[in-house]
Nanobody
Framework: QVQLVESGGGLVQPGGSLKLSCEVSQFTLDYYAIAWFRQAPGKTSEGVSCIAGRDDPFYSESVKGRFIISRNNRKRTVYLQMNSLKPEDTAVYFC?????????????RGQGTQVTVSS
């Protein structure tokens, strides 16, 4: 069964950092890539990062060099470390099970967590 639960959102000042977590079921980890998406008000969702097996992680141009995706298989958790945050990073972030990272797609998703970057 595909299951994903995010945590770690909140309010942070511009230039700050935040780390999101996505706990997934073993089935999800075994059969899917795990991607992070975000959706700002009035905008379509954007795939910002994705991790699958031993492949190089995917990053969108908007976050490349600032965000880092990682996984801990023992904890069944995928993380998104977000650094040098900007106001335009404000969005609901959700993790998703994706068939692959090329490109990331939403097969199933978590409920999402709000990230607000503001002074």
């Amino acid at each position: 069964q595909v299951q994903l639960v995010e945590s770690g959102g909140g309010l942070v000042q511009p230039g700050g950092s935040l780390k999101l977590s996505c706990e997934v079921s073993q089935f999800t980890l075994d059969y899917y890539a795990i991607a992070w998406f975000r959706q700002a008000p009035g905008k379509t969702s954007e795939g910002v990062s994705c991790i699958a097996g031993r492949d190089d992680p995917f990053y969108s141009e908007s976050v490349k060099g600032r965000f880092i995706i990682s996984r801990n298989n023992r904890k069944r958790t995928v993380y998104l470390q977000m650094n040098s945050l900007k106001p335009e990073d404000t969005a609901v972030y959700f993790c998703a099970a994706s068939p692959s990272c090329t490109p990331p797609m939403v097969h199933s998703r978590g409920q999402g967590t709000q990230v607000t970057v503001s002074s």
